[in-house]
């Protein structure tokens, strides 16, 4: 990937890790757990405290949905980002939201603690310079028909704004396989860590289209290397406005995050398959909020019995 410069992997092997309010993702096994849409106060709230409750260190949900068709839900746009603000104040949880046009970037990002770049505006890239100037952390997933090198390549545009809060997410390609939703492309997550600085989450949710298989997934993204997870979660899913098949329940969340707490464990006790080729260095500051990792932990720094930090 010879057109690589900022987002290319270093000489040294050190990785990125990217400070969002304490939480610090690159370093430890960070989950992102929320709803896929904020449809009330009561839902997201409810959801919000549930996540925690289970170990989440993130909030994800929508305010602003781009979807297939028109005439499905949007999103509560304003009002949702201010219930996210509700439901942080509550629970201390960052948000973690979408935003979907360059001229919404300034006063989302007033709400919202990571911008998400959704798999249908990878290559806006009008969007990705307006985003890297916002100097927020930015979650950018993998578009859906996009190779590893456009995609790195896409985190190039927001790195060249001078924003190095870069945090990828491999969330399913589309294939010709249509029993799930889209194909989740774990190879991916290796393919970044050997040709890139930054960290990777993986999104087994939108990866799979399917609850049962969230719990399968997201074990071997986490065996696969990824720097954390983004897990939809609903209080009720059956009654959600959108993307009710693959949201868990807050019982089966907490169920997952004792077995990535266990599997966790046991890896750190297993060792790299290859010392020789496992990333990370010393760990190095740098401007902006990204510094250079070390790698991943058992724990992260985390509290106690929860992967990653708060």
């Given at each position: 990937?010879?057109?690589?410069?900022?987002?290319?992997?270093?000489?040294?092997?050190?990785?990125?890790?990217?400070?969002?309010?304490?939480?610090?993702?690159?370093?430890?096994?960070?989950?992102?757990?929320?709803?896929?849409?904020?449809?009330?106060?009561?839902?997201?709230?409810?959801?919000?405290?549930?996540?925690?409750?289970?170990?989440?260190?993130?909030?994800?949900?929508?305010?602003?949905?781009?979807?297939?068709?028109?005439?499905?839900?949007?999103?509560?746009?304003?009002?949702?980002?201010?219930?996210?603000?509700?439901?942080?104040?509550?629970?201390?949880?960052?948000?973690?939201?979408?935003?979907?046009?360059?001229?919404?970037?300034?006063?989302?990002?007033?709400?919202?603690?990571?911008?998400?770049?959704?798999?249908r505006n990878m290559q806006n890239f009008s969007l990705l310079r307006e985003v890297g100037k916002s100097g927020k952390p930015i979650l950018l997933k993998r578009g859906m028909h996009s190779t590893v090198e456009e995609w790195l390549n896409c985190a190039e545009y927001i790195l060249a704004e001078g924003n190095d809060k870069v945090i990828?997410?491999?969330?399913?390609?589309?294939?010709?396989?249509?029993?799930?939703?889209?194909?989740?492309?774990?190879?991916?997550?290796?393919?970044v860590r050997r040709e890139s600085h930054l960290p990777v989450l993986v999104d087994p949710s939108h990866g799979t289209g399917i609850r049962s298989m969230v719990d399968p997934m997201s074990l071997a993204a986490l065996v696969a290397g990824a720097d954390g997870l983004e897990i939809e979660v609903h209080v009720c899913p059956e009654s959600a406005l959108s993307d009710k098949d693959q949201q868990l329940t807050p019982a089966q969340f907490s169920r997952l995050m004792e077995r990535l707490r266990r599997l966790e464990a046991f890896m750190e006790e297993l060792g790299p398959a290859d010392p020789d080729m496992a990333s990370g260095g010393a760990a190095a500051s740098s401007p902006g909020g990204g510094s250079d990792g070390a790698g991943r932990g058992a724990t992260g720094g985390g509290k106690s019995g929860e992967p990653g930090s708060r």
């Open positions: 990937m010879k057109d690589l410069k900022l987002a290319a992997a270093r000489p040294d092997g050190t990785r990125t890790v990217v400070d969002v309010l304490g939480v610090r993702v690159g370093e430890g096994l960070v989950v992102i757990a929320g709803p896929c849409s904020v449809e009330s106060e009561e839902q997201t709230v409810r959801t919000a405290i549930a996540v925690k409750e289970g170990g989440a260190q993130m909030l994800r949900g929508g305010a602003f949905k781009p979807r297939t068709s028109p005439y499905a839900f949007q999103g509560m746009g304003l009002k949702g980002l201010k219930i996210l603000d509700k439901a942080k104040r509550e629970t201390g949880l960052p948000i973690v939201t979408e935003v979907i046009d360059t001229r919404d970037v300034s006063w989302v990002g007033e709400y919202a603690d990571v911008l998400q770049i959704g798999a990828l997410c491999e969330r399913g390609i589309r294939t010709f396989e249509t029993y799930t939703r889209n194909t989740l492309d774990l190879s991916a997550v290796q393919a």
